[in-house]
């Protein structure tokens, strides 16, 4: 006759009295002396095959080994992290930024920050669910009602950069030098040449709709369903008239619709940071260029906003408060600041004068200078 000890792991937490339990189960496993045994643990995903099973104390170490390591050991780890999970909008990441940020605050604090990238309307999705700690997107109307509707309990400002419209060098719509984004948009769509909007409801794309609306043009309203972990949301976006002609809606984050454009030359929006990184940052660069900038509209700024404990009890405020606090600290403005590529700013701080930040050290010392 053979015999299996089979158990299933579903809990962290073993009491002195399911131990004891777990011990007499394995004790009468072992005196069946069978001739072969495993045990099953559905936490491991694996199976421990013994031999000469006539061994008890062998059998019972195996056994117990898989109940008291499995299931002990992580309560401890767990319970001693320090991990926060930061939903983000796509340049942030793109740009280069947070590749120089993170490391800092977690040598800083010893607080690691797990990074979750995508458009900002999926990002502020992602704190009204409670699914992270803090949301650091760039859409501040967005943010602000984020905040009023108590999902969030403070936008701190943390930096700007400003978008820019991008295009071939051969400008087929003939914008360069515009500074009037809404009035190069509306050449773009009379000359009828391919435009590539994100579509995802960013807030790159949010500027853009914007811009669109203040061109005077025509518009038709689309409706575009997204399902998320098995839950649709439909959303409404103001296009022009050529959707899938000449203006094409790809869904895509900032680096992947850049490259679109690239591929297909045409003419895109997109913050001047992440067209820095991909530009000048990359073995291979673009074709692209500037085309228009300089419009108040294009302004980009930045904020970071703790989701509130009172509605979400399980997130972790204090780590993530003190991250955005660390954003708009010397030492994190510092930072912003003094990132670049090739000399080319990217993002300005805004917790601080931009000019006091330059007469700052890299620790966020005031310098003798």
Avoid at 119 to 129: E, F, H, K, L, R
Avoid at 144 to 149: D, G, S
Avoid at 290 to 297: A, F, K, Q, T
Wanted: aromatic share 8%; hydrophobic share 40%.
């Amino acid at each position: 006759m053979s015999a299996s000890a089979y158990m299933s792991t579903s809990t962290c937490l073993v009491t002195e009295g399911a131990a004891s339990q777990a011990l007499r189960y394995c004790w009468g496993c072992a005196r069946t002396n069978a001739q072969s045994a495993f045990v099953n643990s559905s936490f491991l995903g694996e199976r421990i095959f013994l031999k000469d099973t006539g061994n008890t104390r062998k059998l019972i170490a195996a056994l117990l080994g898989g109940v008291l390591g499995v299931v002990v050991i992580p309560v401890v780890s767990l319970g001693a992290e320090k991990v926060i999970k930061v939903s983000t909008t796509t340049s942030t990441q793109a740009s280069g930024l947070l590749d120089v940020l993170l490391p800092e605050f977690t040598n800083d604090t010893g607080i690691e920050v797990k990074v979750f990238a995508k458009g900002t309307g999926a990002a502020i999705n992602d704190g009204m669910d409670g699914n992270v700690d803090l949301i650091f997107v760039h859409a501040k109307a967005r943010e602000e009602k984020f905040v009023a509707e108590g999902h969030g309990t403070k936008r701190y400002a943390v930096m700007h950069n400003d978008f820019v419209i991008l295009g071939p060098s051969s400008d087929p719509a003939g914008i360069r030098g515009m500074e009037d984004a809404a009035a190069a948009l509306k050449k773009i769509a009379i000359a009828g040449t391919k435009f590539i909007s994100r579509g995802d409801d960013s807030g790159t794309h949010t500027k853009e709709q914007g811009l669109w609306g203040a061109t005077g043009l025509q518009l038709v309203a689309e409706t575009t369903t997204l399902v998320k972990k098995g839950r649709e949301t439909q959303l409404t976006f103001n296009n022009p008239i050529g959707l899938g002609e000449w203006y094409l809606s790809i869904g895509q984050g900032m680096g992947k619709t850049i490259t679109y454009a690239d591929e297909k030359r045409a003419y895109t929006l997109s913050d001047r940071g992440t067209y820095i990184k991909y530009k000048f940052g990359r073995r291979k660069g673009l074709d692209l260029e500037i085309l228009c900038e300089g419009d108040e509209m294009l302004h980009n700024p930045y904020g970071v906003i703790p989701v509130n404990p009172r509605k979400y009890p399980h997130v972790k405020f204090d780590l993530a408060d003190r991250f955005a606090r660390w954003l708009v600290s010397p030492r994190g403005q510092v930072l912003i600041a003094n990132y670049k590529l090739l000399g080319k700013q990217l993002f300005y701080p805004d917790a601080i004068p931009f000019p006091a930040i330059s007469r700052q050290g890299p620790a966020g010392q005031a310098t003798n200078d």
